[in-house]
């Protein structure tokens, strides 16, 4: 067993069962709940959703003392980043802050009185004062006119910023002013408007995406800041927060986007036929030859000559094809077989290990079922041992080095190949970082391997010692493989990527309990009444619509995907992280 430890951890391992009983045996034993610290990710389902903005509009509503569409119409200039938006306020002044978002508070006196009749400057007709509406920055137009107006700009998408009728004025219009006329008329338009304004909280802002599983959830994840992250969604789905694709470390994005499209493409079989086929001179049709004569036939009826391609007669003897002679070397057409012949042997050489991870974690996947049995029955039996977690440990660290192994792959054949490092690195460093990353990375699949082996044993049929047996040799792998995942990324960040010029290349960092998943949002708001004083009289409070959410069709997420929140998993109304890679008992106890 100790062949697949490192030699400098193998003595910090543990020999005999009382040595492993400090909690080693349950990696994640640390993980209480009450004890956890807070998670950087929230899932906003939709319910939650005008919550979540809602908390983000009362801050800025409360430190400038504005109502809420101007506080809305800030936001979303600032892409709902409030910290920023805090920092132009704190460095430029109130006015440039408002002037540049498009907000102009105008001082008008008194609305002349409802009996008075007033000029539309659009359509030019009389209308009386209270068929009128005057926006923030002063200019007034018939209730009619604007009505047309903000009805087209709905139409073509521009809800979240419709900006004043008149000549050369940016001023934002008041969203109450657009839903109350246009719900008169166009109440479905009024919806839409009221839709396109709360996903505006997830459509403009960079902390917050919709999380991507097919069919759609109908929820989104929301990060405390921008760092590059993976997150798991309460449906189950682990995805990058950052491209939106599966969760792909030790890859970086722009590497796990070329991997899957030359993966999904058919580069690869073209450079295979390029490789072992000649196109026929006649039909262009190509050819595997499948005999040793260099005279071959096309199915089209057409002879020519295996070595240089160009066509002939049909005679031959053992030294020569009739009226045909090819000695001539051509060095282009040798050099890019070579190279084609070259680069299919290297990515066959990567995609070949990448795959098998792939299918083995799929296999041992599937093994769960049968590994939990194993583990029930030997439970029931009358042994010395009765905590049986080392065992869904070790098979959680499984699933998360298997999954690391298998994009390792993927990030080798970019990081020591020339596509994208050519003029990074020289030969001779290239092979010297090659060296070192696949040193570990043997390290860690021997370890792997070994761990994969162990918990397929039949240790339900063992004998006292011989589980014991086992027992050890299971946490010493697991504590060997998490130390070997975090080596191979302190590696990657900082002997490899870390000594590039260009910083596009960055990874998720490692986490021993794998892909975060991400907490349920509470807001903090929720049970605290809008202050009086920020919202400025005649001001009427954006009502908690239900079309503030996704169409319910797109909401389809199946039922059996969520888990179940557990009583107690929240200590002080702040959300407490569950790490799903617990035993269930664990979390059902606490």
Same mark, same amino acid.
């Given at each position: 067993m100790d062949d697949y430890y490192t030699a400098d951890e193998e003595n910090c391992y543990y020999s005999s069962d009382q040595e492993s009983l400090g =909690?080693?045996?349950?990696?994640?034993?640390?993980?209480?709940?009450?004890?956890?610290?807070?998670?950087?990710?929230?899932?906003?389902?939709?319910?939650? !959703?005008?919550?979540?903005?809602?908390?983000?509009?009362?801050?800025?509503?409360e430190l400038l003392s504005i109502k809420e569409h101007h506080a809305r119409t800030l936001l979303i200039h600032y892409q709902w980043d409030v910290e920023k938006l805090f920092a132009v306020f704190v460095d430029k002044g109130k006015d440039s802050?408002?002037?540049?978002?498009?907000?102009?508070?105008?001082?008008?006196?008194?609305?002349? =009185?409802?009996?008075?009749?007033?000029?539309?400057?659009?359509?030019?007709?009389?209308?009386?004062?209270?068929?009128?509406?005057?926006?923030? @920055?002063?200019?007034?137009f018939c209730n009619d006119c604007w009505t047309e107006h903000f009805t087209v700009q709905i139409n073509e998408g521009q809800s979240k910023r419709i900006r004043c009728m008149a000549h050369k004025c940016n001023a934002i219009c008041d969203e109450d002013v657009v839903r109350n006329l246009v719900s008169k008329k166009r109440p479905d338009l009024a919806?839409?408007?009221?839709?396109?304004?709360?996903?505006?909280?997830?459509?403009?802002?960079?902390?917050?995406k919709w999380c991507p599983s097919t069919p759609h959830c109908g929820n989104a994840i929301r990060a405390e800041?921008?760092?590059?992250?993976?997150?798991? @969604?309460?449906?189950?789905?682990?995805?990058?927060?950052?491209?939106? @694709?599966?969760?792909?470390?030790?890859?970086?994005? !722009?590497?796990w986007e070329l991997w899957r499209k030359k993966c999904r493409d058919e580069s690869e079989t073209v450079n295979w036929i390029t490789v072992h086929t000649k196109l026929c001179p006649k039909c262009s049709k190509p050819v595997e030859k499948n005999g040793g004569c260099n005279l071959v036939r096309c199915i089209c009826g057409q002879y020519f000559c295996w070595l240089c391609g160009g066509a002939t007669g049909k005679d031959h003897t053992y030294r020569s094809i009739a009226g045909h002679s090819c000695g001539r070397y051509e060095d282009d057409k040798e050099r890019q077989m070579e190279r084609a012949k070259r680069d !299919?042997?290297?990515?066959?050489?990567?995609?070949?290990?990448?795959?098998?991870?792939?299918?083995?974690?799929? !296999?041992?996947?599937?093994?769960?079922?049968?590994?939990?049995?194993?583990?029930?029955?030997?439970?029931?039996?009358?042994?010395?041992?009765?905590?049986?977690?080392?065992?869904?440990n070790g098979l959680n660290r499984l699933f998360r080095s298997r999954r690391i192994l298998s994009y390792s792959y993927a990030f080798a054949y970019y990081m020591f190949g020339e596509e994208l490092f050519k003029d990074e690195m020289s030969s001779k460093e290239r092979e010297m970082k090659k060296n070192l990353f696949e040193d570990q990375q043997q390290q860690l699949e021997g370890n792997v391997e070994k761990l994969s082996q162990l918990l397929e044993e039949p240790f339900d049929d063992f004998s006292d010692d011989k589980v014991m047996d086992v027992r050890i040799h299971v946490i010493n792998l697991s504590v060997a493989v998490d130390s070997l995942c975090k080596k191979m990324y302190e590696c990657i960040e900082n002997d490899l990527l870390g000594s590039l010029q260009s910083g596009i290349h960055n990874i998720a960092p490692y986490s021993s309990k794998g892909i975060e998943k991400a907490a349920e949002f509470h807001a903090s708001w929720s049970s605290k009444p809008l202050d009086s004083s920020v919202v400025t009289s005649g001001e009427t409070s954006r009502p908690e619509r239900a079309s503030g959410s996704r169409n319910s069709e797109e909401m389809v997420c199946s039922s059996s995907?969520?888990?179940?929140?557990?009583?107690?998993?929240?200590?002080?109304?702040?959300?407490?992280?569950?790490?799903?890679?617990?035993?269930?008992?664990?979390?059902?106890?606490?």
């Open positions: =909690g080693i045996d349950n990696d994640d034993s640390d993980f209480h709940p009450s004890a956890s610290k807070k998670s950087t990710t929230q899932v906003i389902t939709q319910e939650s !959703l005008l919550a979540a903005q809602r908390e983000d509009l009362l801050r800025v509503m802050l408002f002037s540049g978002a498009g907000i102009t508070l105008f001082d008008s006196g008194s609305f002349p =009185g409802s009996s008075s009749n007033m000029s539309c400057d659009v359509c030019l007709e009389d209308v009386l004062s209270d068929q009128m509406k005057r926006m923030d @920055c002063g200019h007034y919806e839409k408007f009221d839709r396109f304004l709360v996903e505006s909280y997830i459509e403009d802002n960079k902390m917050v800041d921008d760092k590059l992250c993976e997150v798991e @969604c309460s449906c189950g789905l682990q995805f990058c927060f950052s491209c939106m @694709c599966q969760a792909h470390s030790p890859c970086s994005c !722009l590497m !299919l042997d290297r990515y066959t050489h990567y995609h070949h290990r990448y795959k098998a991870h792939t299918d083995s974690s799929k !296999l041992e996947d599937k093994l769960r079922k049968t590994i939990l049995e194993k583990v029930s029955k030997s439970e029931k039996k009358e042994l010395k041992l009765k905590d049986f977690t080392w065992v869904t995907k969520k888990r179940p929140r557990k009583e107690g998993s929240f200590v002080n109304s702040k959300v407490t992280l569950l790490d799903l890679n617990l035993p269930a008992d664990f979390i059902d106890q606490n």
